[in-house]
């Protein structure tokens, strides 16, 4: 994972280059100290990156997974409290 077009570049080069590229492309801001508020809130959840869900899980399916990866259980408990299932 890299923002550096060098290593894009490197990748690029590859005999099959996008076998298993994935690019995630975004911008988010935040005055001085309002991230670490959400944060402290619960307003964000965190969790150490996990290479093997945002490379080797179908795009359609990551968010989920990363929401439901054991231990977590995230999505399920805010479908629950939804009343969803």
Known sequence: MSA???VLEHVLRHPKPFARLR???GYAGWKPGQLEAEVK???WLLR???TEILF???LGLI???L???PGRG???NLMQNLSVI
């Open 4 to 6: 550096d077009s060098k």
């Open 23 to 25: 690019i995630f492309s």
């Open 41 to 43: 809130k619960g307003y």
């Open 48 to 50: 150490e990156a996990d």
């Open 56 to 58: 080797n899980t179908e």
């Open 63 to 65: 968010w989920r997974t």
């Open 67 to 69: 929401l439901d990866s």
């Open 74 to 76: 995230y999505l399920m």
